[in-house]
């Protein structure tokens, strides 16, 4: 089992900066990969970016290309996600995934454990 802890979230006007947090423990591995995803009332759990096992290519959503960055620390068995130039449509609860393969995917059911979530509120 893996679990994975969020933090990080919060309330923020349109054009700043919030960076997340996702804590793993339990039977951590470096070949997991790691993908943010995001759901606003109303609307499907998104992919918004995710880093692969190994070697760490990275993918994101169009719509956060430019603005958010993925990052991951090996060490602390934390990945990080940068965003910023905020906007009220990144309004969601944010999602850490995990998944035991090192390809990473954007649909919500290929990732094996999720953590609890933290909601981002961007205020215009």
């Known amino acids: 089992q893996v679990q994975l802890v969020e933090s990080g979230g919060g309330l923020v006007q349109a054009g700043g900066s919030l960076r997340l947090s996702c804590a793993a423990s339990?039977?951590?591995?470096?070949?997991?990969?790691m993908g943010w995803f995001r759901q606003a009332p109303g609307k499907d759990r998104e992919f918004v970016a995710g880093i692969s096992g190994g070697v760490g290519n990275i993918y994101y959503a169009d719509s956060v290309k430019g603005r958010f960055t993925i990052s991951k620390d090996t060490a602390k068995n934390t990945v990080y996600l940068q965003m910023n130039s905020l906007k009220p449509e990144d309004t969601a609860v944010y999602y850490c995934a995990a998944r035991t393969t090192l390809l990473v995917v954007t649909t919500a059911p290929g990732y094996d454990y999720w953590g609890q979530g933290t909601q981002v509120t961007v205020s215009s």
């Open positions: 339990g039977r951590t591995n470096s070949r997991y990969t």
